[in-house]
Each structure stands twice: as structure tokens, then as C-alpha cells.
């Protein structure tokens, strides 16, 4: 039976801001430093300095290259993805054992390592491919939003956000409660139209992004993927998001 999804009393998330990413990883890199550190057991590395390197990834940053159908120059979009931490998760409903959940106290999706048995149902059922499995330790992996330090009334109270929040450079990355409709985040959202990714996916994303701010270009020239843009997917998101350029 199909699980009703749960309601939660605040809806932590994060805004990502694609106007001002600048692609330069210091996300991806400080959010393997702290839950490699902090996560209970680290973030494998397969073979990380070989000729075919791999590991486990909570957060990567994927750039895409645009460029006006009219001709012109190309524009790069950076484009940070990891666990979006769903109102209606398919990765909780098709869990077998339970393992994946969502709590009700704040909407965080997680993942009980103990009951975990590594079928990768809940990746099969992520339309986002924000579950990474962790060959080391045979168990699925993903974005926790630094439950570990939120919380943690014995850091200060400026580091008690995400890992990838705290450091980046360009201040790109925000995070905040959208059940509150005053929050940081949630008056960002109104403010520069934020957008959910792939919505035709019925899952209500928590996380948003903040597509670019309007350029100065001409109406007869827009902007489109270089790859064969898609109705639905990443293309189509990109899509979407290219019409606000």
C-alpha cells in the first residue's frame, strides 16, 4: 500500500541560488570532509588515486553548457544537486526494511544504516539520482542537511547549518524552515521565483532553485541546451529555467 505523505511540523530545506554558483565545488568538497568525519562511518573512496576512480558522493555539482539558438556566445550553468528531501519521498514508500524515512519533527529524509540491506530500491525509485550506494559498506547514502550539526548546541550558533551552506564562497547555497513563511528562504523564494526541479514528477521537492536573473539579450535569440531539450526531466528544467535569462 501506498504510504500518504507525512506531515511535518517545519520543512528544513535549502535554496540554491544558480545565479551566482559559480561551479567550484567547495560544497562538494566540504560536505565529503564533514560526513566522511561525522556521518558514523566514512564516505567510501574505491581506488581514489587509480586510473578509474570512484567514491561516494552526498552532493555533486553538474555544469551544463547553453548557448543562444541565434548564435553567440555560450553560457555555463552550474548546477548543484543532492537528496531534495521530498514531501511525498518514492524512496521512503519503496522501502522495504524502512530504513529511509522522513521525520516528522523538521521533513528531513534519512536513512537507519542498521536496517538498511543495499536492494538500491530507494535509488531506483529517485527520480533525481540523489542516493548514492556505498560499495564499502553495502548500505545507501545521501544528504542528511548535517542533522549532526544543526543541532549541535555545542557549535556555535553560526555554524549550525549545512556543511555545503557554510562554505560556499559566493554565498550561493541558503538554508532555512519553509513551513515558515517568513524564513530566509521562503521570502527568497517569493521574491526571485523559485523553482521546484522537475515538478512532473508529483514528489514536492523541499529544496528549491533560484534561477538566474534576466540578461540583456535579444527577444528573437533565445537561450537553449545544447542537447536535445525534453518536456520533462533535466533537460526540461533547464529548459524552463533558461526562459527567465
Avoid at 60 to 78: D, K
Avoid at 106 to 130: K, Q, R, S, T
Avoid at 194 to 222: C, F, H, I, S
Wanted: with cysteine.
Amino acid at each position: 500500500m501506498t504510504e500518504l505523505p507525512q506531515k511535518t511540523d517545519r520543512k528544513l530545506g535549502l535554496v540554491i541560488d544558480l545565479d551566482i554558483c559559480v561551479g567550484c565545488h567547495a560544497c562538494v568538497t566540504a560536505c565529503k570532509g564533514w560526513n566522511t568525519e561525522n556521518y558514523g562511518a566514512p564516505l567510501a573512496d574505491m581506488n581514489a588515486y587509480g586510473e578509474d576512480p570512484s567514491g561516494t558522493f552526498l552532493n555533486r555539482i553538474h555544469s551544463y553548457e547553453v548557448q543562444p539558438s541565434g548564435g553567440g556566445c555560450a553560457q555555463t550553468v552550474h548546477f548543484p544537486k543532492s537528496c531534495l528531501h521530498c514531501e511525498d519521498a518514492p524512496c521512503v514508500t519503496v522501502c522495504p526494511t524502512g530504513a529511509s524515512y522522513k521525520r516528522a519533527e523538521d521533513g528531513i529524509v534519512l536513512v537507519n544504516e542498521d536496517a538498511c540491506m543495499g536492494c538500491g530500491l530507494c535509488a531506483w525509485a529517485c527520480p533525481y539520482g540523489a542516493r548514492e550506494m556505498d560499495r564499502a559498506a553495502g548500505v545507501m547514502k545521501k544528504c542528511t542537511l548535517c542533522v549532526d550539526r544543526i543541532y549541535n548546541e555545542n557549535l556555535p550558533e553560526v555554524d549550525r547549518v549545512p556543511a555545503c551552506v557554510r562554505t560556499c564562497p559566493a554565498g550561493a547555497r541558503h538554508f532555512g524552515d519553509f513551513a515558515d513563511p517568513d524564513s530566509n528562504v521562503s521570502r527568497m523564494v517569493a521574491e526571485r521565483g523559485g523553482m521546484d526541479l522537475m515538478p512532473e514528477q508529483g514528489t514536492k521537492p523541499v529544496n528549491k532553485y533560484l534561477p538566474p536573473r534576466p540578461k540583456d539579450r535579444p527577444a528573437a535569440a533565445p537561450l537553449t541546451p545544447i542537447a536535445d531539450v525534453k518536456a520533462t526531466g533535466v533537460a526540461g528544467f533547464l529548459d524552463r529555467l533558461l526562459e527567465k535569462l
